[in-house]
T-cell receptor, first 112, second 112 residues
Framework: DGGITQSPKYLFRKEGQNVTLSCEQN?????MYWYRQDPGQGLRLIYY???????QKGDIAEGYSVSREKKESFPLTVTSAQKNPTAFYLC???????????FGNGTRLTVT | GENVEQHPSTLSVQEGDSAVIKCTYS??????FPWYKQELGKGPQLIID?????GEKKDQRIAVTLNKTAKHFSLHITETQPEDSAVYFC???????????FGTGTSLTVIP
């Protein structure tokens, strides 16, 4: 089955620690995205990448970092600089041009 | 940048009735409008989309209408069923940049 796999589903970390969320896709999509979802705020774009070894900041990139070394992988690191990291994180991918996003099932990160 | 507003934030309907969710967008360059359904603990799934050269699109019990002049688009669900209960998101996108802008979501409850 083609799709996007996010792992783990739940993640717990202590404040001050960096944490990396995994996202893998086997859809052969060029573009990949990371969104953050908070109650009542919809989906906000953190980073996106349209090709390997290139990525752009979204609306809320501060405190986050990404890499795109392989087409199928787009890991997100939540650094200790992110002031409010507890949230539901969604990874997505799409082909280029006018096409929809395909989402993974998310990672719920809790930082205490 | 683009701004997408979505109303209502919550909606309760009796099983068998219709549900309508409305979105407005600000940037006339937006030309692709997908709708997503998100069930609890899962990622959003595309349910229907419309391009700016089309005024209406229907898929069984789901339809979307687009008014480019007024910059608004709507999701219509007829003959609602309990399994339609979920959070629905609208989005707007432009071909250039491949970015998506999401509404804040509508929590739909279908009462049996």
């Amino acid at each position: 089955d083609g799709g996007i796999t996010q792992s783990p589903k739940y993640l717990f970390r202590k404040e001050g620690q960096n944490v990396t969320l995994s996202c893998e896709q086997n859809l052969n999509h060029d573009a990949m995205y990371w969104y953050r979802q908070d109650p009542g705020q919809g989906l906000r774009l953190i980073y996106y990448s349209q090709i390997v070894n290139d990525f752009q900041k979204g609306d809320i990139a501060e405190g986050y970092s990404v890499s795109r070394e392989k087409k199928e992988s787009f890991p997100l690191t939540v650094t200790s600089a992110q002031k409010n990291p507890t949230a539901f994180y969604l990874c997505a991918s799409s082909t280029t041009g006018v096409s929809p996003l395909h989402f993974g099932n998310g990672t719920r990160l809790t930082v205490t | 940048g683009e701004n997408v507003e979505q109303h209502p934030s919550t909606l309760s309907v009796q099983e068998g009735d219709s549900a309508v969710i409305k979105c407005t967008y600000s940037d006339s360059a937006s030309n692709y409008f997908p709708w997503y359904k998100q069930e609890l603990g899962k990622g959003p799934q595309l349910i229907i989309d419309i391009r700016s050269n089309v005024g209406e699109k229907k898929d069984q019990r789901i339809a979307v209408t687009l008014n480019k002049t007024a910059k608004h688009f709507s999701l219509h669900i007829t003959e609602t069923q309990p399994e339609d209960s979920a959070v629905y998101f609208c989005a707007a996108s432009m071909v250039t940049g491949n970015q998506f802008y999401f509404g804040t979501g509508t929590s739909l409850t279908v009462i049996p």
